[in-house]
């Protein structure tokens, strides 16, 4: 099977490579106290429950062990990111002490998270190098607040986001290195749903996530952002957009085949939920400055059935 790649994938696939080849055997975690670690786990899952549905629901489709490790991994990523865009002092020494303390060989950390995300990164083998790339991309936000071209963006996207994926790979299952292009692919359009719903947000918290070659394109200017207009030039600035994360979206899934088959079904309603976004904003005149987009319980339930059928069928 073929992936289809684009010139600005290069950078990004050769740190993926990189990152997977550094790969370390499991260490033996020190022995923690059962009772300690069921409650570490719990608390990770009442994070994922507090700042993501959609992942919370798409977890809770994998077995019970791989369901527990991949919250373990969602709350380091979420407590990772949480300290960029909520802490307000003394951020690189917070975010060192993070990378140092959350990385350790053989943590028996009394933060819940690093217990359980550790007792996670040992036991299936998640090579740190991918975790430490992550931190690079949160650390990224205290210096980057603009990115001129679609390659420097999707090289931050592939920091916070197909990193995860990659350390996700490790704890679902994979076939081999060949399906690393396809979870970079989809980590890459995940975050840009992301970017393309939080415009507002991400405005007022002073980043814009949008390519300033292609805003100067459309013949927008960062004024226009600040005044959440929606006209002719933003409505095919955001179809342009749209149709690229849907093509990078399709172009992902057939990776789905080569993950374990008990993880198939959890990956794919996560892409497809987060690409139903996309009809969202679509489907509200591609207005992102007065509304949040999002797919509601029952959207999500309905596209279940679909989901299960495609991941299950996927070749």
Not at 30 to 58: G, P, Q, W
Not at 146 to 161: D, G, I, K, P
Not at 280 to 294: C, G, K, L, M, N
């Amino acid at each position: 099977m073929n992936v289809k790649t684009y010139p600005w994938e290069q950078r990004i696939l050769e740190w993926a490579y990189e990152a997977f080849e550094s790969r370390p055997g499991a260490h033996e975690l020190v022995e923690i106290e059962d009772r300690l670690l069921e409650e570490a786990y719990n608390h990770c899952e009442s994070v994922i429950k507090l700042h993501s549905r959609t992942f919370h629901m798409s977890s809770a489709l994998l077995p019970a062990e791989k369901r527990r490790a991949a919250r373990a991994l969602y709350a380091f990523c979420r407590i990772s990111d949480d300290l960029v865009d909520r802490s307000q002092d003394d951020l690189p020494e917070k975010l060192n002490n993070w990378r140092r303390e959350s990385l350790a060989e053989g943590n028996v950390d009394n933060n819940p998270i690093i217990l359980a995300w550790t007792d996670t990164r040992t036991e299936y083998g998640i090579p740190v190098r991918y975790a430490e790339q992550l931190i690079d991309g949160v650390a990224q936000d205290l210096v980057s607040k603009r990115y001129q071209t679609f390659e420097e963006l999707a090289q931050y996207c592939y920091r916070v986001a197909s990193t995860v994926g990659l350390m996700a790979m490790h704890i679902i299952g994979f076939s081999g290195s060949e399906a690393i292009p396809y979870a970079v692919k989809l980590g890459v359009a995940l975050q840009l749903t992301n970017m393309l719903r939080d415009v507002a947000e991400d405005w007022r918290a002073g980043r814009l996530y949008l390519p300033q070659e292609e805003l100067a394109a459309f013949d927008l200017t960062e004024a226009d952002i600040a005044n959440g207009k929606v006209d002719n030039r933003w409505r095919d600035f955001m179809r342009f957009q749209i149709e690229r994360n849907r093509r990078l979206y399709e172009e992902a899934m057939p990776g789905i085949a080569m993950l374990d088959p008990d993880g198939r079904f959890a990956i794919s309603a996560s892409a497809e939920l987060y690409r139903a976004i996309l009809d969202d904003i679509e489907a509200h005149d591609w207005d992102v400055f007065h509304r949040r987009s999002y797919v509601g319980t029952w959207g999500k339930l309905r596209r279940l059935p679909g989901i299960w059928w495609r991941s299950k069928t996927i070749a």
